[in-house]
C-alpha cells in the first residue's frame, strides 16, 4: 500500500461515523474515498447512475462495457469506433490521458496521472458495475 492511500484510509477513519468505520473493510472504505475523486474529477461531466446522460455519458456499469455503446448519448466518432472494451488497464490510461489514449475524443484532457487516485477511482467505478 503506498503511503498516500495509507494516509487517505486513516483520514477516512478518522472522519464523523468512525465508530461504524470499524466494521467496514479496506474495501468499503476505498470505494468511499473513490466516491470524493469522481465527485471532485468526473462527476460535473459523469452521472453515475444510468438514468441520464449529463455531458458525458453515464458511467454505470461501465466496466466491461464496450466503448461508445450507451444508446442515448452521441459519442464522437473516436469514440464510438473505437471497439476498445473498458477493463481496469484502459480506464486508467484514459483517467491518466484521455486524448492521447485516443486521439479525437470529445472528452477534454482530465489528467488523473496519481495511481492511488486511479485506484481509488477504479474501486468507485467497479462499485457501479453490476460485473464488479
Ligand atoms: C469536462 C467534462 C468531462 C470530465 C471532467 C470527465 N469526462 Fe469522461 N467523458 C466526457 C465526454 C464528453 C465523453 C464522451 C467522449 C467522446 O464521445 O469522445 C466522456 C467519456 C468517458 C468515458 C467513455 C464512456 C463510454 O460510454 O464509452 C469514460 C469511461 C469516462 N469518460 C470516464 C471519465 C472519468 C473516470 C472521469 C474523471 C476522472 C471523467 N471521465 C471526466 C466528459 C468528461
Redesign the pocket.
Known amino acids: 500500500m503506498t503511503t498516500r492511500l495509507a494516509a487517505l484510509l486513516a483520514l477516512a477513519l478518522a472522519l464523523p461515523g468512525a465508530a461504524i468505520a470499524q466494521s467496514k473493510t479496506e474495501a468499503e472504505i476505498k470505494v468511499k474515498a473513490g466516491a470524493e475523486f ?1 465527485d471532485a ?2 462527476h ?3 452521472s453515475p447512475t444510468a438514468d441520464k446522460a449529463s ?3 453515464p ?1 454505470e456499469n ?1 466496466l466491461g ?1 464496450t ?4 444508446e442515448d ?1 452521441e ?2 466518432e ?3 469506433g473505437s471497439g476498445i472494451v ?1 477493463t481496469d488497464a484502459a ?1 486508467r490510461a ?2 491518466e490521458d ?1 486524448d492521447g489514449f ?1 486521439p ?5 484532457h ?1 489528467g ?1 496521472e496519481d495511481r492511488t487516485v486511479q485506484e481509488l ?1 477504479l474501486a468507485y ?1 467497479h462499485s457501479l458495475s453490476a460485473a464488479n
Open positions: 469522481f474529477n468526473c460535473r461531466c459523469h455531458y458525458g455519458p458511467l461501465v462495457r466503448a461508445g455503446t450507451y448519448y459519442y464522437s473516436a469514440l464510438a473498458w480506464l484514459w483517467m484521455n485516443m479525437g475524443t470529445k472528452m477534454r482530465v488523473v477511482i467505478l
